[in-house]
């Protein structure tokens, strides 16, 4: 028969003589839970991997060195785990490779030099924004050039292309195969005082030819029943897309609560951006617009994406505005999007970013690709990731404060003290006391006596052991804009 106290651990029909007392640890954890949280790298690996395929690893404070050794010297997955890790010491990383598509092709481009420099000089050659330069002697062939243009790339440790050269033309090709390389950003002469020399012409051939990127379905089933709240996925194209929206949406949903996010970047200009923008329409993913700019997207989308989680894992609402991107070189001035088209591209799921004075590149605003509800009008609910990650976040703590006060307890209408036994009006008390710690401490929700109004507790008419809850907190918001007007007087 139980005793009139409820205990874990000390038996009901002891008769030997003593003094037993357990420890229940509880009650120790009243404050906020901690939310883990871990970022995942999706991306090619290289033949000369030592990882395989679909097989999470976890990156530390060496994560390019590491990357280079488990995926391949030079690939994609090297480059994101190498460009992320710059961007924050602690956040948690991981990386997960994808083998090429068996039917894909590689993308390829080319520098073609012609005429004789006429004086010496430098020839800086970009390639996905890493700097390559030769010297150039007056007088040279172009094919003696275009060799030891060639020879230098090859030489350069970590690009994602290898060369070749045949009279004159220096012939880049990816290292992996798919869409991807096509974005591979080929440019001469990046910052001022860089010029080709006298005499000399050079002229870029494009990245393009890639084609059949990998199925991140294998992907999504070997990472099957785990979490990882932000993930790069640099595949843009259309099957893949669905595959990973659905995959979120479950997840998000409450039998999984596994919440995780997409992050991408996508290249192109303001129209082809938009138009983009205006085919998808999920909460659960997020893209960076890029036009112009030097740094692949999808470095550019790690480095992104590990400055938002570093943020987001302190203060999931306060705005990622101004958060600097290290290493992300920015678009020529002249490519940068004004404020109207970044306004429009705000509107069509497109985030976006600004330069600083010192050429820095920064955050602007991190939206989902979420516009319409499911009756096509516009809705604003999921539109700003602040806004998914704080709700995230509320959910999560609602759920640790009920599995962390009821963890083995009998359900009834009337508290019986001393005894693990749970009512609605006890639960309610658990609720209101969260949200007053998510108020007053961690300034997550507001309004609290409007909480308190609309919560709804109560067991179940269906299921004597299930009690069902209505919970209403009030997000905070951001402060974005601030319009005034100046009345003054003469």
């Given at each position: 028969?139980?005793?009139?106290?409820?205990?874990?651990?000390?038996?009901?029909?002891?008769?030997?003589?003593?003094?037993?007392?357990?420890?229940?640890?509880?009650?120790?954890?009243?404050?906020?839970?901690?939310?883990?949280?871990?970022?995942?790298?999706?991306?090619?690996?290289?033949?000369?991997?030592?990882?395989?395929?679909?097989?999470?690893?976890?990156?530390?404070s060496?994560?390019?060195?590491?990357?280079?050794?488990?995926?391949?010297?030079?690939?994609?997955?090297?480059?994101m785990a190498?460009?992320?890790?710059?961007?924050?010491?602690?956040?948690?990383?991981?990386?997960?490779?994808?083998?090429?598509?068996a039917?894909?092709q590689?993308?390829?481009?080319?520098?073609?030099?012609?005429?004789?420099?006429?004086?010496?000089?430098?020839?800086?050659l970009?390639?996905?924004?890493?700097?390559?330069?030769i010297?150039v002697?007056?007088?040279?062939?172009?094919?003696?050039?275009?060799?030891?243009?060639?020879?230098?790339?090859?030489?350069?440790?970590?690009?994602?292309?290898?060369?070749?050269?045949?009279?004159?033309?220096?012939?880049?090709?990816?290292?992996?195969?798919?869409?991807?390389?096509?974005?591979?950003?080929?440019?001469?002469?990046?910052?001022?005082?860089?010029?080709?020399?006298?005499?000399?012409?050079?002229?870029?051939?494009?990245?393009?030819g890639?084609?059949?990127?990998?199925?991140?379905?294998?992907?999504?089933?070997?990472?099957?029943?785990?979490?990882?709240?932000?993930?790069?996925?640099?595949?843009?194209?259309?099957?893949?897309?669905?595959?990973?929206?659905?995959d979120?949406?479950?997840?998000?949903?409450?039998?999984?609560?596994?919440?995780?996010?997409?992050?991408?970047?996508?290249?192109?200009?303001?129209?082809?951006?938009?138009?983009?923008?205006?085919?998808?329409?999920?909460p659960?993913?997020?893209?960076?617009?890029?036009?112009?700019?030097?740094?692949?997207?999808?470095?550019?989308?790690s480095?992104?994406?590990?400055?938002?989680?570093?943020?987001?894992?302190?203060?999931?609402?306060?705005?990622?505005?101004?958060?600097?991107l290290?290493?992300?070189?920015?678009?020529?001035?002249?490519?940068?999007?004004?404020?109207?088209?970044?306004?429009?591209?705000?509107?069509?799921?497109?985030?976006?970013?600004?330069?600083?004075?010192?050429?820095?590149?920064?955050?602007?605003?991190?939206?989902?690709?979420?516009?319409?509800?499911?009756?096509?009008?516009?809705?604003?609910?999921?539109?700003?990731?602040?806004?998914k990650?704080?709700?995230?976040?509320?959910?999560?703590?609602?759920?640790a404060a009920?599995?962390?006060?009821?963890?083995?307890?009998?359900?009834?209408?009337?508290?019986?003290?001393?005894?693990?036994?749970?009512?609605?009006?006890?639960?309610?008390?658990?609720?209101?006391?969260?949200?007053?710690?998510?108020?007053?401490?961690?300034?997550?929700?507001?309004?609290?006596?409007?909480?308190?109004?609309d919560?709804?507790?109560?067991?179940?008419?269906q299921?004597?052991?299930?009690v069902?809850a209505?919970?209403?907190?009030?997000?905070?918001?951001?402060?974005?804009?601030?319009?005034?007007?100046?009345?003054?007087?003469l």
């Amino acid at each position: 028969m139980a005793e009139n106290v409820s205990y874990n651990e000390i038996p009901d029909n002891l008769r030997v003589p003593g003094i037993f007392i357990e420890i229940d640890p509880s009650k120790a954890a009243g404050g906020g839970t901690v939310q883990e949280r871990r970022l995942l790298l999706v991306g090619q690996r290289l033949t000369a991997g030592t990882v395989p395929a679909r097989t999470p690893v976890r990156l530390g404070s060496q994560a390019g060195d590491q990357a280079a050794a488990a995926f391949g010297l030079g690939s994609m997955l090297h480059q994101m785990a190498a460009a992320a890790r710059d961007a924050d010491d602690y956040v948690d990383i991981w990386a997960i490779a994808l083998d090429d598509d068996a039917a894909g092709q590689a993308a390829s481009g080319k520098v073609t030099l012609t005429g004789s420099p006429t004086a010496a000089g430098t020839l800086c050659l970009y390639i996905g924004g890493a700097r390559v330069r030769i010297g150039v002697a007056a007088a040279e062939t172009v094919a003696t050039l275009a060799g030891r243009l060639a020879d230098t790339v090859n030489a350069t440790s970590g690009l994602p292309v290898t060369a070749t050269a045949a009279a004159g033309v220096v012939t880049l090709a990816c290292r992996w195969k798919g869409e991807t390389g096509n974005d591979l950003d080929l440019r001469l002469n990046y910052y001022d005082g860089e010029q080709v020399p006298a005499g000399l012409t050079a002229t870029i051939t494009a990245m393009a030819g890639g084609s059949a990127n990998p199925d991140v379905q294998p992907m999504l089933d070997a990472i099957a029943g785990q979490q990882y709240y932000s993930i790069v996925c640099p595949y843009t194209d259309g099957a893949n897309l669905t595959v990973l929206e659905a995959d979120m949406a479950e997840r998000f949903g409450p039998m999984e609560r596994l919440t995780g996010h997409v992050f991408n970047a996508k290249r192109g200009n303001h129209a082809q951006l938009t138009t983009w923008g205006n085919g998808r329409n999920s909460p659960h993913v997020s893209t960076f617009g890029m036009h112009d700019m030097p740094t692949s997207p999808w470095v550019v989308a790690s480095v992104w994406a590990t400055v938002a989680e570093s943020s987001g894992a302190n203060d999931p609402a306060r705005p990622f505005r101004s958060l600097v991107l290290p290493g992300v070189l920015p678009p020529p001035e002249k490519s940068r999007f004004t404020r109207a088209e970044r306004n429009l591209a705000l509107f069509d799921g497109i985030s976006t970013f600004t330069v600083d004075q010192g050429g820095q590149v920064l955050v602007e605003v991190i939206i989902t690709n979420y516009q319409t509800n499911s009756f096509g009008l516009p809705d604003i609910s999921l539109l700003r990731l602040e806004t998914k990650w704080t709700v995230d976040y509320v959910r999560f703590r609602f759920n640790a404060a009920i599995a962390r006060d009821y963890p083995r307890h009998k359900l009834g209408d009337v508290a019986i003290p001393g005894q693990a036994y749970a009512t609605p009006a006890t639960i309610r008390a658990t609720l209101i006391a969260e949200a007053l710690a998510l108020a007053s401490e961690d300034g997550l929700i507001e309004d609290i006596e409007g909480f308190k109004r609309d919560l709804i507790v109560k067991r179940s008419t269906q299921n004597p052991n299930r009690v069902n809850a209505v919970l209403t907190p009030n997000l905070v918001n951001q402060f974005d804009i601030f319009a005034g007007a100046v009345q003054y007087r003469l």
